[in-house]
């Protein structure tokens, strides 16, 4: 299924962008997730490419969150795309184009890693000197009860076919126990998605964030866990080294352990989903991030006895290509 903007979305930016004169030579629909929101790169004949991002009925309170978060996060030195225009009538934001390599393209292609994960751990040590309450007055908190629908979603699609949980359901009690300790962290400012896919790359190799508008308060290194946990799984030896950079104190790695083995959990949910409605590019990352949640809920106190019960079907069902 193709989930770029359709040809009514195309034709409403071409009018949109010939009333204010705006000339250019072409525009490429860009792919997206399952979201309302459409992207469109604008390509200029004798100037830079802006995007558009296209905003349906319904949905347009989202650009303006997006607006809010924009101006939080540039303010704490996090770059971020420019807002060149907003028409929330037409549901139309013309956006700096941030280049066309995300972190997870350069690493897929062969660029080292390493770099571009402590650059990105940089940028969190940035984000997390936002203002809490101007954060918390953006969106709700990443609470236990979100953390916790999230994974129903993970448990019916994947866990429970699967069986991962055990035969009567041994997992899912410490599953619960994982976010309720997870939710009582003290809460930090988190963009909710920081993984390599969010991370863009331009011609200058400058790292811009964005899909920010979900920015809230949530467990202290959250942000940190989906970035060496989601779409790249950092090896224990690289994780080590970049919480040390992150200065995560030795006390606070079982938060950063729950937070990695939630949202690991949650993704695996999310791409499942996704392809059960026809977008399955994202397939191939589920067996990844069943290894990283089995990593890290073989460590936790909550979840390590019945983890080391199940070990053989978490084993077999992390496998390259299980599941597809």
């Known amino acids: 299924m193709n989930d770029r903007p359709r040809a009514p979305a195309l034709s409403t930016l071409e009018t949109w962008l010939q009333a204010r004169g705006?000339?250019?030579?072409?525009?490429?629909?860009?792919?997206?997730?399952?979201?309302?929101?459409?992207?469109?790169?604008?390509?200029?004949?004798?100037?830079?490419?802006?995007?558009?991002?296209?905003?349906?009925?319904?949905?347009?309170?989202?650009?303006?969150?997006f607006l809010r978060s924009a101006s939080l996060l540039a303010?704490?030195?996090?770059?971020?795309?420019?807002?060149?225009?907003?028409?929330?009538?037409?549901?139309?934001?013309?956006?700096?184009?941030?280049?066309?390599?995300?972190?997870?393209?350069?690493?897929?292609?062969?660029?080292?890693?390493?770099?571009?994960?402590?650059?990105?751990v940089a940028i969190l040590a940035r984000l997390a000197t936002i203002d809490a309450a101007e954060v918390a007055a953006l969106n709700p908190p990443l609470d236990g009860a979100i953390l916790r629908r999230e994974l129903e979603q993970s448990r019916d699609l994947v866990l429970v076919p699967r069986g991962l949980l055990g035969s009567r359901g041994e997992l899912e009690a410490p599953l619960l126990e994982l976010c309720e300790k997870l939710a009582a962290a003290p809460r930090r400012p988190c963009h909710r998605d920081f993984m390599a896919r969010n991370l863009l790359l331009d011609s200058r190799r400058r790292m811009t964030v964005i899909d920010h508008q979900d920015l809230r308060l949530g467990p202290p290194w959250y942000d940190l866990a989906s970035l060496l946990n989601d779409s790249l799984y950092a090896t224990g030896d690289e994780e080590r080294r970049l919480l040390a950079l992150a200065r995560v104190p030795e006390r606070e790695h079982e938060s950063y352990h729950r937070a990695a083995a939630q949202r690991a959990l949650k993704i695996v949910g999310t791409f499942t989903a996704f392809a059960q409605r026809g977008h399955d590019r994202h397939l191939p990352l589920v067996a990844p991030s069943l290894r990283a949640a089995r990593r890290h809920l073989a460590i936790l106190p909550e979840t390590a006895r019945v983890m080391a019960r199940l070990e053989g079907s978490w084993r077999r069902a992390s496998e390259p290509g299980a599941g597809h």
Request: glycine share 14%; proline share 6%; aromatic share 6%.
């Open 75 to 120: 303010a704490s030195g996090v770059r971020v795309p420019r807002v060149l225009a907003w028409d929330a009538g037409a549901g139309i934001m013309l956006l700096e184009d941030a280049g066309r390599t995300s972190v997870y393209d350069a690493v897929a292609g062969g660029e080292p890693r390493d770099g571009h994960l402590r650059r990105a």
């Open 22 to 65: 705006a000339a250019y030579e072409r525009l490429e629909p860009l792919a997206g997730d399952v979201s309302a929101r459409g992207y469109v790169r604008v390509v200029v004949a004798d100037g830079p490419s802006r995007v558009a991002a296209l905003y349906p009925a319904g949905s347009r309170e989202a650009g303006e969150r």
